[in-house]
């Protein structure tokens, strides 16, 4: 019998490491960003990167940490009292974009983790108010 175990695409793209690379290079950008930037009110960075990171691993298949800290991830509530509009999600997307080039994935990697970064990020809209 052949043992035929797939693995995850947290693992194919190099695990933990990858994550915190893609974060922290995503999280430079928004650190200057006078539109998202007062979406975070913490003063420093640091818990929703963290936040960011364990989310982003557990849903491609590494460890569940986020849901056993945080419960469901719950996105859109989680998102609901900041103003998402499209100019946000336009500016999420373009530091995120910047952060997922700068890892050098395989190309089916890179265009699976787009895809739902692009996704995530249309589904995150409650507002087309400016």
Same mark, same amino acid.
């Given at each position: ?25 995503f999280y430079?950008?928004?650190? +200057? ?51 998402v509009n ?43 108010? +400016?």
């Open positions: 019998m052949t043992d035929v175990t797939q693995e995850s695409f947290f693992d194919a793209v190099g695990g933990h490491d990858t994550f915190v690379r893609l974060v922290d290079a430079d950008g928004v650190a +200057d960003d006078p539109v998202l930037r007062p979406m975070y009110p913490e003063e420093d960075l640091g818990p929703a990167k963290e936040r960011l990171t364990m989310f982003l691993e557990q849903y491609w298949g590494g460890p569940t940490t986020y849901s056993a800290q945080r419960g469901h991830p719950r996105l859109r509530m989680r998102h609901m009292p900041f103003k499209p100019d946000a999600r336009d500016r999420w997307l373009a530091h995120m974009r910047t952060a997922v080039d700068s890892l050098g994935l395989a190309p089916i990697h890179e265009s699976q983790l787009w895809d739902y970064l692009e996704r995530a990020a249309f589904s995150m809209i409650n507002t087309f108010e +400016d």
